[in-house]
């Protein structure tokens, strides 16, 4: 679980104006349009406020736009965090426990659903500055997302990395590699099955 709230609570401050934040969500949307399909592999570092490393981890992660990500750990523990437009599942093989929650209604998304969620509840729950060079940041307009802010650092059409900062202070940055894009992923690739023998929890609304 620690590594899943790594990345699930993240930080920072906004200096633009509603104009130009505008133009920069659009910058945004137009460049993670070409993330319809991707898959690859992650390297998962988290910091704390003094920049100690905490936990590093890594995994495979698979996206299909709009509302479907999978985030597969692989070290230093066996988690997996699967999810559609209705819920997310997040299934811990070490604990042998699964929790699903939903995600219809939720004007917030994760740094995981910024690059798969609907570009509706992006310019809702968020404003945009572009720094320039392929790096966005994305500051929460209001909620509690668990996040001061993220930062995306996008080469081309592709994500190479990504920084959060929580509410804590602490920083967690992903650099992703081995990307394939269009390689045929669907719907059924994200369909998850609580495995026989776990414990299960659910909380839906």
């Not at 100690?52 to 070290?75: C, H, K, M, Q, T």
């Not at 392929?134 to 592709?158: K, S």
């Amino acid at each position: 679980m620690k590594n899943v709230m790594g990345l699930c609570t993240l930080c920072a401050l906004l200096l633009c104006s509603p104009l130009y934040a505008q133009d920069a969500t659009d910058a945004l949307l137009e460049a993670l349009d070409g993330m319809q399909d991707i898959q690859g592999k992650f390297i998962q570092r988290q910091y704390t406020e003094n920049e100690v490393l905490l936990v590093e981890s890594r995994g495979n992660f698979r996206l299909l736009r709009p509302g479907y990500f999978s985030w597969e750990i692989d070290a230093p523990d066996s988690q997996l965090i699967i999810a559609d437009p209705i819920a997310v599942w997040h299934y811990d093989r070490d604990l042998e426990t699964v929790t699903r929650r939903p995600l219809a209604g939720q004007g917030n998304l994760s740094p995981l659903q910024v690059l798969g969620g609907d570009e509706a509840a992006l310019r809702k729950g968020y404003t945009v500055t572009d720094e320039g060079e392929g790096i966005f940041t994305l500051t929460p307009q209001a909620g509690d997302p668990g996040f001061r802010h993220l930062v995306l650092h996008l080469r081309g059409f592709l994500i190479a990395s990504m920084e959060i900062r929580d509410n804590l202070n602490q920083r967690v940055i992903v650099e992703f590699s081995e990307l394939q894009v269009d390689g045929g992923l669907t719907r059924e690739d994200f369909a998850f099955t609580p495995p026989e023998g776990v414990d299960t929890f659910y909380y839906d609304q």
